[in-house]
Each structure stands twice: as structure tokens, then as C-alpha cells.
């Protein structure tokens, strides 16, 4: 007898948001906002497109920007 073969699901493929091309400092605060959502989380790295070790620089800028105020830490701008 043959096996049957599993159906697999087809994938859900995330939008990329552009990858930014500014200087990734606290002190750009504006432009830091536009890797964060709605919800002030930081945009995951399959959905940015980001390697990881610009996902790990921009996490840390964007939690200083939130420390100094400049980046709410919920909610929106």
C-alpha cells in the first residue's frame, strides 16, 4: 500500500516595510517611529526584512529614544 501524502498549508507571506536608509540613532526619533507599529512594538525582522544584526541595533536605539521620552512605549506617536 502507498502512503498518502500530507497536505501542507499554504505559507502566509508578511508585507516588507522598506529597509530604512537614515542613520539608526535614538536621536531619530522620527524616523524610528516608522519601524514601530501602531502599538508602539517594534517590527519584527521577517516583516522588516532586517538582518539580525540591525534588528539588535534597532531594537536598542528605539528602546534609549523610549527611555529619553522621545518614543512612547504604547500607543501611538
Known amino acids: 500500500m502507498a502512503k498518502k ?12 516595510v522598506a529597509p530604512f536608509d537614515f542613520e539608526v540613532t535614538y ?7 516608522k519601524i514601530v507599529n501602531d502599538r508602539a512594538r517594534i517590527i519584527g525582522r521577517k ?10 541595533l534597532v531594537s536598542r536605539e528605539v528602546k534609549r529614544a523610549r527611555h529619553l ?7 501611538n506617536m
Open 5 to 16: 501524502q500530507k497536505r501542507t498549508k499554504p505559507r502566509f507571506i508578511l508585507p516588507r
Open 27 to 33: 536621536k531619530n526619533f522620527e524616523e524610528l517611529g
Open 47 to 56: 516583516r522588516s526584512g532586517l538582518s539580525a544584526k540591525e534588528q539588535r
Open 69 to 75: 521620552g522621545l518614543l512612547p512605549f504604547k500607543g
